[in-house]
Each structure stands twice: as C-alpha cells, then as structure tokens.
C-alpha cells in the first residue's frame, strides 16, 4: 500500500480549520504563526510562501519576516525578541540554514519556549525526551500520525530509525518509545546495518543519501517511512526528487511505504500549523483541542 501523505495531509488541515474557526468564534482567538527567512535561497522562499498560504488558509494570521544574507546575528536576534513580545504571535519559526555569520543553535534558543512551534529549542527537546508536554518537531510529529493512521496500535513493534539528527532521527525514536516500540537507532558506523534494517518492522529512513535503502533492506510486509528529499539529475537536466529509499525495489517488498513526493512532506507544514493552534492554546489558559484529519 502507497502511504498518501498528501491526502492525509488536506484531510488535517481541514480539520485544523475547523478548530481555528471554533477558536475565533468561542474567544475571540486567532492564532498567529510568525515565520522569519534571512536570505533569498529560492528554496525556502517557496517554503516560507507555501507556509504562510496554507496557514491562511487555516484561517490563521501569517506573518512574513524578511532580513537579507548580510543580516547580523544581533539584528536577527532582536527581531526574535519582538516577536517573542508580540501577543498577536503565537508561533515563531526561523527558515534553516541561516548564513554562516550567525549561530543556529543561539537563535533557536532564543525563541520563547511556547513559541517555539518547530519544537527544535532544547527545552522542548528535553521535555520531550522525558515524556513531559513540550512543542513536538513537525516531521517527526508527521511520521508518527502516518504510522497510527496506517497500523493503529503500535505497540510491541521493532522500529528501526535510519538517522540520529536532532529534528528527525532522535525526536521520532522518542515519540516511538512513547507508543511503547522496540526501537533502535541506526546511522552510518552502525555494523550491519543492512541485518539491522531487515529486522524492523517499522523502518524509518532520515539520513539524506538518495537512495540508499533498497529493497533487499526492508523486511516483508514491513511499513516504511521515507523522510529523505534529495534532487538526482535526469537526462533533460531538470533532475527529480527521491527519497532516502530506492522505491521502485522497496515497493515489492514493503508492506506500505510513503512516496517521495507526496509522503512525509506536506505531513509537515501540517504539523506545524497543528502546533501553532496548541500553542495558542496553551498560552492562553485554553483546552488543546483533540485534532482528528476530516474523515
């Protein structure tokens, strides 16, 4: 079965849609996501507008942040700061990768805590490694809904996480464990991690080589997630994106798996407009919503 990541994704939105709708006619609230792009990469420009658009169409308040590539750590800083004190600001996220000249790791923490709707400060982190209630990050939020919708309990499950990063790799093995998985985190000096791979029945690929798990890799019938994005040129010299696994191979093999495109990424914008309606929540002293996709 192909994982449709995309429909689940409308589905969610429309859902979200329903509750910001609820919010503004129960409170008065309209929740508000703040996105901040230093810099004119192509790529995050059409992120930063797909962002903004689908949180309109939420029926949330968008606002866009511009600075240039020249921009100093300092001006960016204080930017995050007026945000922070901004009340109609609920969310705030800052496009990475941000220039050389400033610490990513600096402006992420200083995001306010229940602002932070990527859920990357180390709060947020932290929380979520103990099971505590903090701001998840978007694509790993996104992996877990895709996998519940797909198996529903996911409990007893051998989980396999193909990657260790800080924004997949670690916050989804931790979601997992909540769900009560057996999971191993496997990356790039694990020893056979191929016999790794093939004992998992949730495998979760997160590692950013184009292609790298191949068929032979995937248990049968086993459910595979495919987190990676990667551009391989083709002989019209427009290339084509593929995932972190070779999906003409998994395919026979797999018992679902998410395509790329259209699996795990507009999981993400979803999840982060789901988080900002929890952070508008939460700030305001009001119950978080139980958010379900439209059926």
Not at 115 to 139: E, R, S
Not at 172 to 195: G, N, P, Q
Request: charged share 20%.
């Amino acid at each position: 079965m192909i994982i449709d990541g995309k429909r689940f994704a409308a589905r969610l939105r429309d859902s979200i849609a329903t509750h910001v709708a609820q919010l503004r006619a129960d409170h008065d609230l309209i929740p508000g996501l703040a996105v901040v792009l230093v810099g004119e990469d192509p790529a995050s420009q059409i992120y930063i507008r797909n962002k903004g658009l689908q949180a309109r169409e939420a029926g949330m308040n968008s606002f866009e942040n511009r600075l240039p590539a020249t921009a100093s750590q300092t001006e960016l800083l204080a930017r995050i700061a007026e945000l922070n004190r901004d009340l109609a600001v609920n969310g705030i996220l800052v496009q990475l990768p941000l220039p050389k000249q400033i610490d990513s790791e600096a402006v992420v923490e200083a995001i306010a805590v229940s602002k932070d709707v990527d859920g990357f400060h180390p709060l947020n982190a932290g929380l979520l490694a103990v099971g505590g209630t903090g701001m998840v990050p978007c694509t790993p939020m996104g992996c877990l809904m895709l996998l519940k919708n797909q198996l529903g309990n996911l409990a007893g499950q051998r989980a396999v996480v193909l990657g260790r990063s800080n924004i997949v790799g670690k916050p989804l093995a931790a979601l997992l464990l909540r769900e009560h998985c057996t999971v191993t985190i496997a990356h790039s000096r694990t020893r056979d991690l191929v016999e790794e791979c093939r004992r998992a029945d949730i495998l979760v690929a997160a590692v950013g080589r184009a292609q790298m798990v191949k068929g032979d890799w995937i248990k049968p019938g086993a459910t595979v997630i495919d987190v990676g994005i990667n551009r391989i040129p083709t002989p019209d010299g427009k290339g084509r994106l593929v995932g972190d696994v070779d999906f003409d191979s998994a395919v026979e093999v797999a018992g679902a798996i998410t395509p790329v495109p259209g699996g795990v990424g507009p999981m993400t914008i979803a999840c982060l407009l789901l988080n900002t309606l929890t952070a508008a929540c939460r700030q305001h002293g009001i119950t978080v919503p139980e958010v379900r996709p439209v059926t």
